[in-house]
Nanobody, 122 residues
Framework: QVQVVESGGGLVQPGGSLRLSCAASGNIFSISNMGWYRQAPGKGRELVATIKSDGSTNYANSVKGRFTISRDNAKNTVDLQMNSLKPEDTAVYYC????????????????WGQGTQVTVSS
């Protein structure tokens, strides 16, 4: 059984910072892609940032230069450092992990966390 658990959300003023963390646990062989997505009220889920196991990253244009994604492959964790937060960053943030369970199979399964609320407001 796999668990993907986020932490670190909360309320912050515009211009402030928050750090989100996510940990995947269970009988995991490896994780290729990990990332963060968000969903604001009345909107669809959108990509925020992703990171591959080799450390290569991808960011949404709206967060480039403000957010930084990082991961620890040994601990199966991924973090999102969010700086210069804006009200439009308000959303539920979801962690994503593409997990491989067998060393002799490249089949991956995408898992999602339960989400953590980030609210940017004065």
């Amino acid at each position: 059984q796999v668990q993907v658990v986020e932490s670190g959300g909360g309320l912050v003023q515009p211009g402030g910072s928050l750090r989100l963390s996510c940990a995947a646990s269970g009988n995991i062989f490896s994780i290729s892609n990990m990332g963060w997505y968000r969903q604001a009220p009345g909107k669809g889920r959108e990509l925020v940032a992703t990171i591959k196991s080799d450390g290569s990253t991808n960011y949404a244009n709206s967060v480039k230069g403000r957010f930084t994604i990082s991961r620890d492959n040994a601990k199966n964790t991924v973090d999102l450092q969010m700086n210069s937060l804006k009200p439009e960053d308000t959303a539920v943030y979801y962690c994503q992990a593409d997990i491989q369970f067998q060393p002799d199979s490249t089949t991956e399964f995408r898992y999602w966390g339960q989400g953590t609320q980030v609210t940017v407001s004065s």
